[in-house]
């Protein structure tokens, strides 16, 4: 099972992952008969569109602080 998967960050797959969590709950027969793996594979398609998200976020943001750096030190060059 994937870690914290009950998060603020994961508001997007809740109604995913309530249904794998009453997918497991019907018991170990049905989770052993492959009828949660539709469910499991629908969660973990759901996770990484929100890591994605996530990671190109991150990645503007380091673009944007990288180039307020450049400019300090570029100002720092400059006076110096």
Do not use: Y
Not at 25 to 34: D, L, P, T, V, Y
Not at 56 to 73: D, L, P, S, T
């Amino acid at each position: 099972m994937h870690p914290h998967l009950h998060t603020k960050d994961n508001t997007a797959c809740e109604e995913i992952m309530t249904a794998l969590e009453e997918c497991h709950a019907r018991g170990f027969i049905w989770k052993s008969m492959g009828m949660c793996n539709d469910a499991k594979h629908q969660v973990t398609l759901c996770l990484r569109a929100e890591r994605l998200k996530r990671t190109a976020a991150n990645r503007e943001a380091a673009k944007i602080k990288r180039e307020k750096v450049k400019k300090v030190w570029a100002d720092i060059d400059e006076n110096s």
